[in-house]
């Protein structure tokens, strides 16, 4: 069955950086378009980014430009979500989820989900 296990949450202070994994298994990884949500307490889960199977074209939700980069390794299935200059609002569980569509940037595009991982940022 299809597996989605992430890594690289953790705490960390104002500023700092992290670098989520996600290694995929049991699906054909490179024709699956990957995508980072989060989930802070009490809210909806939300799209941080993410990469096209095609081409690797990318898309991020606004807060995340300029400061977070997606990535994937077709050889290792394993998508990343590199997040530098961290904000106390970048607190949650982080998710990555599998989607068969070219773009997808909406939870219910995904079928696959990830159990996710807690990234805290203390200012």
């Known amino acids: 069955q299809v597996q989605l296990v992430e890594s690289g949450g953790g705490l960390v202070q104002v500023g700092g950086s992290l670098r989520l994994s996600c290694a995929a298994s049991g699906l054909t990884f490179s024709r699956y378009t990957m995508g980072w949500f989060r989930q802070a307490p009490g809210t909806e889960r939300e799209f941080v980014a993410q990469?096209?199977?095609?081409?690797?074209?990318?898309s991020y939700q606004n807060s995340a430009k300029g400061r977070f980069i997606i990535s994937r390794d077709n050889a290792k299935n394993t998508v990343y979500l590199q997040m530098n200059s961290l904000k106390p609002e970048d607190t949650g569980v982080y998710y990555c989820?599998?989607?068969?569509?070219?773009?997808?940037?909406?939870?219910?595009?995904?079928?696959?989900w990830g159990q996710g991982t807690q990234v805290t940022v203390s200012s």
């Open positions: 989820a599998a989607s068969a569509d070219l773009v997808a940037a909406q939870k219910r595009e995904y079928s696959y």
């Open positions: 990469i096209s199977w095609s081409r690797g074209g990318t």
